[in-house]
């Protein structure tokens, strides 16, 4: 599928708009791929746009709250990725809250708590990522 987000690191008036479009590319490389290697340029990508933008902080947070909410493809990963870094406490909050919700899917409840683990130091998926695993040595 083709990108629906500019290549390389050209800046776009609207980050958040650019920041959707990164989110639309992670969806495709995960639905077409198996492994993070094949997304982890996007991650980075998302991870960037995120770090340089920080008055877009709460419209990010709204995106990040609905790729949680709707759970597909490249959810996980995304999440994981960008707030192992970030940690931010809106994210934080709105991944326990469907942890703790009850009568949730054990299916939706395990990527719930993998999401969730990604906010410790001791995450245990930072090895498959490029990003952290430079960081344990």
């Known amino acids: 599928m ?13 980050p958040v708009s650019e920041f959707r479009g990164i989110v639309q590319d992670i969806r495709d ?7 993070v290697e094949s997304v982890e340029r996007d991650l980075e990508r998302a991870l960037d746009v995120l770090k ?3 008055g877009s902080r709460e ?5 990040l709250v609905s790729v949680i909410e709707s759970l597909g493809e490249g959810a996980v990963e995304l999440i994981s990725f960008t707030m192992h870094e970030l ?8 991944v326990t809250a469907r942890v703790s919700a009850p009568g949730r899917n054990v299916s939706d409840l395990r990527l719930y708590e993998a999401m969730l683990d990604a906010f410790s130091d ?7 990522y490029a990003r952290f695993d430079r960081q344990d040595g």
Do not use: I, Y
Request: net charge negative.
């Open 29 to 35: 490389a995960v639905e077409e791929s198996c492994g």
């Open 87 to 94: 940690r931010w406490q809106a994210v934080e909050e709105a």
């Open 52 to 54: 340089s933008n920080p």
């Open 122 to 128: 001791s995450w245990r998926d930072r090895d498959l």
């Open 2 to 14: 083709e990108s629906t987000s500019p290549l390389g690191e050209h800046p776009t008036a609207d």
């Open 59 to 63: 419209a990010f947070e709204e995106v």
